[in-house]
């Protein structure tokens, strides 16, 4: 259970230090006082992602040389944001690799931003599972990184004016492996996810929600797919089928939510998704910290008293609200109330 955060030069906040002695917290402020930025510096801790942006440096305040997130649970963690990268620390000692770092604070976070798992773009998909499934599995990290490694060394091979053919079979075959691997990883992932959403929408009496993995390539026979795509790829020198183009559609009575699916709708398939990959957390690594950002508000009275149910499941729990009379009565009777402002 998180104890005491620490923000140094992290987005509005040059100094800020918040002790927590509490399972439920609850900040509440006005907009744009920087709510949303304390659950973000939890989630990057964790994860050493943000969940606001794919370019760290922004979180760091303008003007300032670096950013410093600190945070006590059982152990010390510490990350560090500047102009050369970060740095992960636990306990003060330096990790260098950052498989070695996730995983050692679990966090399941739901935001407005999750929308984008709902109508965005195939790239939020595949991020959502490359990040996921690497916290969770550290063999997923690893031969990610292989793939990665494989890919652009094909890519580059393909953009030569003369291509070593056998060279280009040698890495096609071992990227089709590591594809392999990766595939089942996600397809793995995907079923779990899809079996703990069928209790979920009995339990939030919400519509039928059913994830499909749409691969570019046959996964029964990945490297014939490679190789018919051959000459298409040597025209265009690059490698067209993968990983790396693969993604997943949401289909909410088996429609496509994308197309079909209505803004409250949305709302409930991310929240659904959210706390569908809780289960699978708990499952692999024990009750993670939840992370809830503003969510309550948008509910009706029945969604709410489901979603009690889940946070009043879990060890520690953040909140996010511009008004702390949105937070049910079972929630905030239990909480801490913390004021954000500027």
Do not use: W
């Not at 670096?66 to 003060?92: A, H, M, P, Q, R």
């Not at 691997?181 to 009995?202: D, M, P, V």
């Not at 489901?306 to 008004?323: A, G, R």
């Amino acid at each position: 259970m998180i104890k005491s955060i620490r923000l140094t030069n992290f987005r509005l906040f040059e100094k800020k230090e918040i002790n927590v002695n509490n399972s439920f917290v609850i900040f509440s402020g006005k907009n744009a006082t920087g709510k949303t930025s304390v659950l973000e510096a939890i989630y990057l801790a964790s994860t050493t992602k943000s969940e606001r942006t794919n370019d760290l440096s922004n979180v760091i305040t303008f003007g300032k040389e670096y950013s410093k997130i600190e945070i006590d649970d059982d152990k010390k963690y510490k990350v560090t944001i500047s102009k050369d990268g970060k740095g992960l620390f636990i306990n003060n000692r330096e990790i260098k690799k950052t498989g070695e770092y996730i995983g050692n604070l679990n966090v399941c976070m739901i935001s407005p931003s999750d929308i984008s798992l709902v109508n965005g773009s195939k790239l939020e998909k595949r991020r959502f599972l490359d990040l996921n499934i690497s916290l969770l599995d550290k063999m997923y990290l690893n031969m990610s990184g292989r793939y990665k490694k494989l890919l652009n060394e094909r890519n580059a091979l393909l953009k030569e004016k003369t291509i070593d053919t056998v060279m280009l079979n040698v890495l096609t075959s071992d990227l089709s492996e590591a594809l392999k691997a990766i595939y089942e990883a996600r397809i793995n992932f995907l079923n779990k996810l899809n079996n703990y959403l069928k209790s979920i929408c009995s339990d939030m009496h919400i519509e039928s929600i059913r994830l499909l993995y749409e691969p570019t390539y046959n996964p029964d026979d990945i490297l014939k797919s490679y190789e018919a795509k051959l000459s298409y790829d040597m025209f265009n020198k690059i490698t067209s089928i993968g990983s790396h183009r693969d993604s997943f559609k949401i289909l909410i009575n088996e429609n496509d939510a994308s197309q079909f699916a209505s803004e409250g709708q949305s709302r409930i398939i991310y929240i659904a998704l959210k706390l569908a990959l809780k289960k699978i957390i708990t499952e692999s690594k024990g009750e993670p910290i939840l992370l809830l950002d503003d969510i309550f508000q948008a509910l009706d009275n029945t969604r709410i008293a489901s979603l009690t149910k889940y946070v009043k499941e879990s060890k520690q729990v953040f909140i996010t609200t511009t008004s702390v009379l949105d937070i049910p009565d079972d929630i905030l009777s239990d909480s801490v109330v913390i004021r954000i402002e500027n």
